[in-house]
């Protein structure tokens, strides 16, 4: 906390370290990775900050941002496509990052059924005419589980060097904490949330009592409802503009998980393959007896090799071997490998996936390579 | 910055020229019908670019808040703008020369801006160029695709080779710069090749394939020089060296002030979970400046950086490059079609053409046409005959077969050294030997035949009691392609025992098959390497030097860079005198190649009885933006170096430029479809630089895909030799390269040069004996 305020006595300006913006952001990103919410939108979503931090997050698979200003969303909106590495390596979850142009006093289906909804810094913004409207959309309509409200508290703006009225020309107000608490709880009550209140960026010493530069309420629902009482309750039409669209390459996609496990099946059938070869090279008298212990040096990383897997391996019956010009390397072996089983689950899933993908021996039963390829 | 240095951009060499102020094109040759993979850039009448400077006070360092803040006024402003966080460019003229505006940060802070217009571009303007090529890196953005190093690519149709754990993406390079009558975007189609493992796994498995003490060379031998692409943000970077002792627990100070570990950080920063904390570090010397900040090395954690490219072993694996040439290698009709999908997308596509719309831009949706030239075929001469061949294949290898050479070498004393297995293989090709000299004109005595084991310390110590001074040459049989092997043997016989030597693995010489055709080649060879002369061309020019420059830079061992130099000696071209200079760290190679030059001049003397009245430098190895070096520092240095020969020595002096690796591709119209254009190809206007005195010649024939012109530029002349004839003496020397029964892509010289700097950085690792020096040892 003293941290915040190094520079303070020197230069009189007051400093948020990290800056207050991120402080607000990391915020969020804590909450996230409390509640582990799957479907998350940002309200005022301007620059795309906040999502870009969030796409990150591992639980959530919609991510939705929202803004009257589509110019400012078009500049950035490329900041949340999918990069290189995501297509490399595809991630488990599915992820889509979607940006709306639009206003929080319309509703939109698009809204329905979220996990948390947050607006940073959002509703000093609106016009009487759209926060009267903001709790009946936010609250009535969307009524995710949790919403997180951040606006200016008043009480600090002493405090700051050069704000006389507000803290930007476009705010429209600008609360103290009765005020914001008092919305609020009144919000709260009409629509069965509950509600706590805090903030971010400490007044400084001596100064405690003006309360936090930003201050945030966190709503928690009350009942959990159903989506589909959400969704035959409140049939609406469209009305935000689709402006941004990104599908991040997921596992979860039938197409990139295929990929994903011929990879691993032809690069690993190529690891045995090998260590095969070189053995029936340098002792080819030895080949017959040996097979189980020569087994384990086949694994890629031995480290994370469960006992039980172990004696998965030992136990079939069918062991890798080369007849003529080609290797045949069971697919029972081949799906023991960690990374193989991990990525179908279950044989038959295995089977399914590699089947007009990779050459079988006649019975399915074994991988083909053909020795002629080194 | 960057942009302008890597289109050597504002080196114009051109007028400095006289002789082709006027015309850089030649003449001769019959006309052949052209496409280019480059397209028109076309703007509205009147079209100008208005640039504007934009000021923040107090100053503001991000780049984003730069332009969050500038553009809280788009009222003003409009749409359609381009802004880098210092020089913005609209479509459109403010009202007020100097505006001044006032925003204001999320921190509640007051910022004034003041935009100042500071120039009226018109399209032609090099200010507009890299204007140009801003916006067409925004339209490939809104084509979703992805940037990797300096090119786009489209990642959601990616070519995978499992075996190798390879993904390609297919995409494109662009630049739009100002050519010989428009400016134009010039686009090939590009293939980037990444590796679906990081760093780290590849790691582990080179660490299950290697033995343990090998392991952390055998690492940087494999990784160093590669790029790797980060997990987290799209930058790549290029392995300099790995840090065993660190570990992805060690901390770093922030721009803060505050220490942090590497795992926090990624974790805090990216939401990276590094799950390995032994791995060490990969370490780059970055050359990117960011902000304010001076470039310093970049540490790397290797679980999070994915390898692109290709690694040696892969380069040398056969099969794979001929599973990846497959897929990369087009043929002109395909090529064609696939360089046209980047224009089919960028009109298909809405938001493009609306941001071209705004901008008042578009592009021709064709190929740009004009004439070329196709020289005429070169004789082929030797010892007084005409070889006859077909221009088409630029391939003399049957033609030559059997046929006497202009001046065969004697194989009276030499020694084939081969491993005891090899016994049988050592035998055959001796046979094939005998069969295959007697009509070249080759006399040979039987070799002195020593076996030995198979192992380095054999080789030498056999070479140390067997080779005398009488030693013609000395001819090696490996077992494999081990490369300590090869170098030990090369490096002895080039350096402490000067004599040309011949190595050859085992493998080649085995099948029955091929024996005899593999033994003329082998037996040409050696011929060359013992300073016998195999053909010749017609050389017109008399009282002439060329010189052959080429680089090899080593990236492992010392980080020395070395120069092949090669002159000719004879008028036929058919000798060449050899040097190297070995640059450590910090040298100018300039220095080096002087001396070269000046030992090549008495060289020249003694064979000749006279100095050269003419020198044509062919410098290879120029790297993109280093032109500007080139022509201050290099060119100036000749110039010196000819004038401490001789007060009254004032040879004619020209230099060349030559560049292999350009994205221009030529196709020739023929009928209804597109073919690779001839060899003899020349392209002297069109595509070429307004600036510079520049051509480009196909002189090769591919099999497959497409081919490949060279791009030549004449940075300095004196010689007022007509363009014509420089073309014409540049396609004739790229038949001369004795390695190759054809045309090459390269001048002979060129091609001379960098065979011995690749064979010194490789090999030998220090200059080579000058006894060798007029001999083609290093083929």
Not at chain 2, 138 to 156: D, E, F, H
Not at chain 2, 193 to 209: A, K
Not at chain 2, 612 to 639: A, C, K, M, W
Not at chain 2, 738 to 755: D, E, L, M, T
Request: hydrophobic share 35%; with cysteine; charged share 25%.
């Amino acid at each position: 906390m003293d941290k915040e305020f190094q520079e303070e006595q020197f230069t009189g300006i007051i400093k948020f370290t990290p800056p207050l913006y991120k402080q607000r952001y990391q915020f969020v990103k804590d909450l996230v990775e409390k509640h582990k919410p799957k479907k998350v939108a940002d309200l005022g979503c301007a620059d795309c900050t906040l999502l870009w931090m969030l796409k990150c997050c591992n639980c959530i698979e919609v991510l939705v941002g929202l803004d009257v200003c589509a110019t400012v969303m078009k500049e950035n909106m490329h900041r949340l496509s999918p990069l290189p590495g995501d297509y490399l390596q595809p991630a488990e979850r599915s992820l889509t990052v979607t940006l709306h142009h639009g206003s929080v006093a319309h509703k939109d289906p698009c809204m329905l059924g979220f996990d948390l909804v947050t607006c940073i810094e959002l509703i000093e913004h609106l016009e009487e005419s759209e926060l009267k409207k903001f709790p009946e959309v936010v609250f009535g309509f969307m009524a995710p589980s949790i919403v997180v409200i951040t606006t200016p508290n008043s009480e600090f703006n002493p405090l700051l060097p050069g704000v006389i009225l507000s803290r930007h020309p476009d705010h429209k107000f600008e609360w103290n904490r009765a005020q914001f608490e008092s919305w609020a709880l009144e919000t709260a009550r009409s629509y069965d949330y509950s509600v706590e209140f805090t903030g971010v960026g400490h007044p400084p010493t001596g100064k405690e009592n003006v309360g936090f530069c930003t201050q945030i309420a966190v709503f928690v629902r009350k009942c959990p409802q159903t989506i589909e009482s959400v969704q035959s309750e409140k049939p609406t039409e469209a009305v935000y503009q689709t402006v941004f669209q990104a599908v991040y390459p997921s596992l979860k996609d039938e197409k990139y998980l295929q990929n994903a496990v011929v990879d691993e099946v032809i690069f690993t059938a190529q690891i045995i393959k090998q260590s095969l070869l070189d053995h029936v090279m340098s002792e080819p008298e030895e080949y017959s007896d040996d097979l189980t212990e020569r087994e384990l040096e086949f694994q890629p990383s031995a480290d994370c090799f469960s006992e039980d897997l172990e004696t998965l391996v030992v136990e079939n019956s069918m062991e890798p071997f080369v007849d003529g010009n080609v290797v045949y390397i069971p697919l029972t072996t081949i799906f023991s490998f960690p990374r193989v089983n991990q990525l179908c689950g279950t044989f038959e899933k295995f089977c399914e996936l590699i089947a007009d993908k990779v050459t079988l021996s006649s019975d399915g039963s074994a991988v083909m390579l053909s020795t002629e390829y080194e | 910055g960057l942009f302008r240095d890597f289109h050597d951009l504002g080196v114009n060499t051109r007028q400095t020229i006289e002789h082709v102020q006027e015309s850089k094109t030649g003449s001769s040759g019959s006309m052949i019908k052209l496409t280019a993979n480059y397209f028109r850039l076309t703007s509205r009448p009147q079209w100008a670019l208005y640039q504007y400077h934009v000021a923040y006070n107090p100053e503001m360092e991000a780049r984003r808040l730069r332009s969050a803040l500038l553009f809280q006024h788009e009222e003003l402003l409009g749409k359609t703008h381009a802004f880098d966080g210092a020089i913005l460019f609209l479509p459109k003229k403010l009202v007020n020369k100097v505006t001044q505006l006032f925003s204001r940060t999320r921190n509640g802070e007051d910022v004034k801006i003041t935009i100042t217009l500071t120039n009226e571009l018109p399209p032609t303007s090099p200010t507009c160029l890299q204007f140009y090529n801003i916006i067409f890196r925004r339209l490939l953005k809104m084509l979703n695709l992805q940037q990797i190093g300096r090119n786009y690519y489209n990642p959601s149709d990616p070519i995978t080779i499992p075996h190798h754990r390879l993904t390609i993406w297919p995409g494109f390079t662009s630049s739009i710069l100002q050519y010989e009558e428009s400016i134009m975007l010039c686009t090939d189609v590009s293939h980037k090749v990444l590796r679906s493992e990081t760093v780290l796994d590849f790691m582990y498995n080179l660490y299950h394939q290697v033995d343990e003490q090998r392991y952390k060379d055998t690492c940087a031998k494999e990784l160093i020089g590669l790029i790797v692409l980060t997990k987290y943000n799209n930058r790549t970077y290029r392995v300099d060296g790995i840090d065993w002792d660190a570990s992805p627990q060690c901390t770093f100070r922030r721009a803060d002030g505050s220490e942090i570990s590497y795992v926090d950080y990624y974790k805090r920063q990216y939401n990276q979970e590094i799950t390995d904390l032994n791995q060490p570090v990969l370490i780059s010397e970055s050359k990117r400046k960011r902000g304010t900040i001076m470039p310093g090395p970049v540490v790397l954690i290797p679980e999070l950086c994915f390898l692109t490219g290709l690694t040696e072993r892969m380069r040398n694996d056969f099969n794979m490059m001929k599973d990846l040439s497959s897929h990369t290698r087009l043929p002109p009709e395909q090529r064609q079609h696939e360089i046209g999908r980047l224009i089919d997308y960028i009109q298909k596509d809405d938001g493009v053409q609306k941001e071209l719309r705004d901008w008042g831009l578009s592009f021709d949706s064709n190929l740009f046409s004009f004439t070329g030239r196709v020289a005429q075929a070169e004789k082929i001469l030797q010892s007084g005959s005409v070889v006859e061949y077909n221009p088409q294949f630029a391939d003399w290898t049957k033609e030559i077969r059997g046929a006497p050479l202009i001046c065969a070498k004697p194989l009276d004393n030499w020694l084939l050294i081969y491993p005891r297995r090899n016994h049988d293989t050592a035998g055959v090709l001796l046979q094939s030997l005998s069969k295959v000299t007697p009509p070249m004109g080759i006399r040979m005595n039987r070799a002195t035949m020593i076996e030995v084991d198979d192992k380095t310390e054999a080789y030498i110590r056999v070479l140390q009691q067997a080779v005398t001074p009488d030693t013609n040459i000395v001819f090696c049989v490996l077992s494999s392609s081990r490369k300590d092997k090869y170098d030990a043997i090369k490096k002895y016989l080039c350096t402490d025992c000067p004599v040309p030597s011949q190595c050859v693995i085992s493998r080649t010489l085995s099948k029955p098959q091929t024996a005899l055709a593999i033994a003329t080649k082998i037996a040409l060879q050696m011929n060359s390497k013992m300073g016998g002369e195999l053909w010749s061309v017609e050389i017109p020019l008399k009282q002439v030097m060329i010189v052959g420059i080429d680089c090899y830079h080593d990236t492992l061992f010392g980080k020395q860079s070395i120069a092949g130099f090669v002159a000719s000696l004879n008028q036929t071209m058919t000798r060449w005198f050899s040097r190297c200079a070995v640059q450590g760290r910090g040298q100018e190679l300039v220095d080096g190649l002087k001396a070269c030059l000046q030992s090549a001049l008495r060289e020249w003397f003694k064979w000749n009885k006279c100095l050269p009245s003419r020198i044509i430098v062919y410098r290879d190895g120029v790297g993109d933006g280093q032109l500007h070096t080139l022509v201050n520092y290099e060119v100036p240095q000749f110039l010196d170096c000819l004038k401490s020969v001789g007060k009254d020595y004032v040879p004619r002096l020209t230099v060349i430029v030559v560049k292999k690796r350009v994205n221009t591709r030529l196709f020739a119209q023929a009928g209804g479809t597109l073919r690779n254009p001839p060899p003899g190809t020349i392209v002297d206007g069109g595509i070429t630089r307004p600036e510079w005195y520049d051509f480009f010649i196909v002189s090769q024939a591919v099999r497959n895909g497409c081919v490949a012109p060279t791009h030549y530029n004449v940075i300095y002349d004196t010689s007022k030799l007509k363009p014509d004839h420089v073309q014409r003496l540049t396609y004739k020397l790229c038949h001369m390269y004795y390695n190759w029964s054809g045309i090459i892509r390269v001048p002979a010289p060129c091609q001379y040069a960098h065979k011995l700097a690749f064979l010194v950085g490789q090999s030998i690792h220090r200059e080579p004996s000058l006894l060798l020096s007029d001999k083609l040892y290093y083929l």
